[in-house]
């Protein structure tokens, strides 16, 4: 199965909207992936959701069947989930899947999100069906969508979730891997054996969406803050012999002109290293096909 991966939300950690971001964009993470016949697969729930969901409400009126898949509930992936217009029509149905935090399940943190000390529309007005379901990491395989899905916990503070995704009648898999630590530094719940089964697990897709914040200068102020380098991101899809990179979770600091070196640099390295074959910056309202 064809489908394609849209990009509405490419920033990470707070959004950055302006002039010095008008062309990689400033909202917070949100890639919508759709098959044929309108299946779609929304992955996070930063702000970029909100212009996303206005389309949704646009082209379905009334009918949207929206699956939600949420890496962790740190703000900048969330942050638009209250504004995401399908929620409120009757007949529309979301399901959101994600990881608990501590004891904590995912729907207590959505709700929290909503409570009226800091919004004003609680989570059970919403006129749309809602579910709400629990993803453990490396709990096996699960279908969303047209999609068969599998999940892998990421080195970021708290519980974080990288996803592949391959079309569950044949086809091309890709990854979304945003807020996650290459490198070394900070103290994450992952076995020693953490980067070669992450190799393992990024085996065989096309397509690489991979947290990128980072120059190497700036990183060595941020270890253990669950981040990498456009470098690491390099040398982990050469590694994982994936020829499709997209460099995602753009730091705030960082305008289109910025981005633009760190893109050339990347691109660079890649060549050096003779893989992947293909370099991108994430950049918002891209579509790319598979």
């Not at 070669?196 to 397509?207: I, M, P, R």
């Not at 910025?258 to 370099?279: H, K, S, W």
Request: hydrophobic content about 40%.
């Amino acid at each position: 199965m064809a489908y394609t991966v849209t990009f509405w939300g490419t920033r990470g950690s707070i959004p950055t909207p302006g002039a010095h971001t008008a062309r990689y964009g400033g909202n917070t993470p949100c890639v919508a992936v759709e098959g044929a016949g309108g299946q779609l697969v929304i992955l996070d729930a930063g702000t970029g959701i909100r212009a996303l969901g206005l389309q949704l409400a646009e082209r379905h009126n009334g009918a949207v069947q929206a699956e939600i898949l949420l890496s962790h509930a740190h703000w900048d992936h969330i942050q638009g989930l209250p504004h995401f217009k399908p929620f409120f029509s009757p007949g529309n149905a979301v399901r959101i899947w994600g990881s608990r935090q501590g004891t904590t399940s995912l729907e207590a943190i959505l709700r929290q999100q909503m409570d009226p000390a800091v919004f004003p529309v609680p989570l059970d007005a919403l006129s749309a069906k809602l579910t709400v379901r629990q993803v453990e990491p490396g709990g096996g395989e699960f279908t969303v969508g047209a999609f068969r899905v599998r999940a892998m916990r990421l080195r970021h503070p708290g519980t974080t979730l990288g996803y592949r995704l391959t079309p569950a009648g044949g086809g091309a898999s890709m990854a979304y891997v945003t807020d996650n630590e290459l490198g070394w530094g900070g103290h994450y719940e992952t076995p020693a054996s953490w980067r070669q089964d992450f190799v393992a697990f990024l085996a065989n897709t096309e397509l690489l969406i991979h947290d990128a914040m980072y120059t190497p200068q700036e990183l060595e102020q941020h270890r253990g803050w669950g981040h990498s380098t456009f470098e690491e991101a390099v040398t982990l899809a050469a590694d994982a012999g994936v020829p499709r990179l997209v460099l995602f979770h753009h730091e705030p600091e960082h305008g289109d002109a910025e981005v633009d070196g760190l893109l050339g640099a990347a691109r660079r390295a890649a060549t050096a290293r003779g893989m992947p074959a293909e370099v991108l910056a994430a950049q918002e309202g891209t579509t790319l096909t598979l």
